[in-house]
């Protein structure tokens, strides 16, 4: 497990450590810089050009440490600084003293763009006076920023993504990236690498972030674990070695050891929906599936997966009752089906027929097991608002975006712009767990816990990949996980099985069905 914090808890970290603590905030700069040195010589030569353009921050002062210690071992560096010099913290005035004592070419931004040379766009620089660029330290901004990047700063950023061909080194964060939510400030400068310390801020593994931030380099540089303790962290991610948290399987056991998963799946013409949750909840271990679906689904499903359990309803007769009547015929329906599972998926095909909306209040309204609500299901809840008042803590959601957006009267839009706040205020607000599909899928628990995941790839963009994940959770529920942390086991479990696809078959032919035979593969 590893933790990820927020722009605001790395400034406790930061603070605590140097005003509590008592480490001064020098020693944790020249490790950091030390850091940033060393990633940046990896990618240049000795006859090559670097830039380190620098705010007045202390991340710029971060910068400027890195391009003296390069300088140093005979780098040729030259150092831009980018501000107002009066608003310069303690440590950039320092740092920049220090570059002065040892007559390394310090100069302001607007001294330096002199006229507009070929490759540089609007705002250009005088390169007969100076060094040509092979590689950028970005320094310009760390975690602190919190509004759009505007007039000489936007200028700079703007300038220096125009140089093609030059590297760049991020300073804690890229340049216009929030560091919380990840989203692009106005404008940003891409990152080749990326050197944080202490610990991944949530803003670099969260899109756009994630791909501005490049590689990442997570660099100790001594901030005690009793700081991070101080920042209540509630964020983390999770990697392949932590699939030992899966509870392991007794050898002395049956079918019945490792649980009943009960999926309300699939509508008329919808098998394949019912199928695949089934098959990826098998896949992650249950012991048994029943799936409750239309008549219709019975042969195919039985030819596809002959090891489920088949109950079906006659929507003909259905189409027959009236709404009282139909409402009684599901809760009884409900109550005997129900009794039976360990854990139940609700949604995945079900349609969106007027007798859904009877299946789905059958459930959550007879069920004392968790429950997976996916897809149609969640449709259905959006569709009817007055079915929330049936979330239970046992209750884990599935949306992807456009799902939430229905769920939340959001736009996409917004959503997007924070996806893991999102996630977190739907699940503190109903007492539920959320798991907010996306390139990196956030899972929220109603406490305020937050997962964000960095497994998976764009591979696993296909249709029915969300059914295996419904069936993925329920299948290690199953096994006695708790919600929010079988979900998100799940959600790690179902990207490290499309990470292992694409190794060993690329990139773009992936089937839902395989991705689910991957989790196979990996379950320990």
């Known amino acids: 497990m590893r933790y990820l914090v927020t722009g605001e808890q790395m400034k406790e970290i930061d603070r605590y450590t140097i005003e509590t603590i008592g480490i001064p905030s020098m020693v944790l700069m020249e490790r950091a810089a030390m850091a940033v040195a060393r990633e940046a010589e990896a990618l240049v030569k000795k006859t090559d050009g670097i830039w380190a353009v620098c705010g007045t921050g202390n991340n710029g002062a971060d910068g400027i440490a890195a391009a003296r210690m390069l300088a140093l071992k005979g780098y040729c560096v030259t150092i831009i600084v980018v501000g107002n010099l009066d608003r310069g913290t303690r440590e950039f005035h320092i740092q920049k003293t220090i570059a002065g004592n040892l007559n390394l070419p310090v100069v302001e931004w607007q001294s330096f763009i002199l006229e507009k040379p070929e490759g540089l766009g609007q705002a250009g620089a005088d390169l007969a006076a100076f060094s040509p660029c092979d590689l950028i330290i970005d320094g310009v901004f760390g975690v602190g920023l919190t509004r759009n990047v505007e007039g000489e700063y936007r200028e700079v950023l703007e300038a220096m993504r125009s140089m093609s061909g030059a590297r760049v080194v991020a300073v804690d964060m890229p340049s216009g990236i929030h560091s919380t939510t990840g989203q692009i400030m106005g404008t940003a400068l891409k990152a080749d690498v990326t050197v944080t310390f202490g610990w991944e801020k949530l803003g670099s593994v969260l899109y756009p972030g994630r791909e501005y931030c490049g ?85 195919i499903l039985q030819q596809l997966l002959p090891e489920a359990i088949l109950t079906t309803y006659n929507l003909e007769e259905l189409a027959g009752a009236g709404e009282e009547e139909c409402s009684r015929l599901w809760e009884r329906r409900m109550e005997k089906e129900c009794g039976w599972a360990d854990v139940i998926v609700l949604g995945p095909g079900l349609g969106q027929e007027p007798y859904v909306k009877n299946l789905v209040k059958g459930v959550l309204t007879s069920a004392y097991v968790p429950i997976v609500v996916d897809a ?107 919600p929010f942390q079988g979900a998100s086991m799940g959600v790690l479990l179902h990207g490290l099985a499309g990470d292992q696809y694409r190794e ?8 839902a069905r395989e991705l689910a035979e991957e989790v196979g593969r990996l379950m320990p």
Not at 231 to 253: F, N, Q, V
Not at 383 to 391: D, F, H, T
Not at 504 to 511: E, I, V
């Open 215 to 299: 590689r990442v380099v997570t660099e100790d540089i001594g901030f005690p674990s009793v700081s991070l303790k101080k920042a209540h962290p509630c964020a983390w991610t999770y990697g392949k070695e932590d699939l030992a948290g899966i509870p392991p399987r007794p050898p002395y056991s049956n079918k019945g050891t490792f649980g009943k998963v009960l999926l309300a799946a699939g509508c008329r013409g919808m098998s394949g929906a019912a199928y695949l949750a089934a098959l990826g909840a098998y896949r992650a271990g249950a012991g048994l599936v029943k799936i409750l679906t239309a008549e219709e689904n019975r042969t």
């Open 376 to 482: 149609d299901g969640l449709n259905t809840i959006a569709a009817n608002p007055g079915l929330r008042q049936y979330y239970t803590e046992n209750i884990v959601i599935t949306p992807h975006l456009g799902e939430m957006a229905r769920l939340t009267g959001k736009t996409v839009a917004e959503i997007q712009r924070d996806v893991a706040g999102t996630a977190a205020d739907y699940s503190r607000r109903h007492g539920i767990v959320c798991v907010l599909k996306d390139a990196a899928t956030v899972t929220a628990d109603r406490d305020g816990q937050c997962y964000v995941n960095t497994s998976g790839n764009s591979c696993m963009a296909k249709a029915g990949s969300g059914d295996v994940l419904a069936g993925i959770v329920a299948g290690l529920l199953a096994q006695g996980m708790e």
């Open 504 to 511: 060993s078959h690329g990139s773009g032919g992936m089937l």
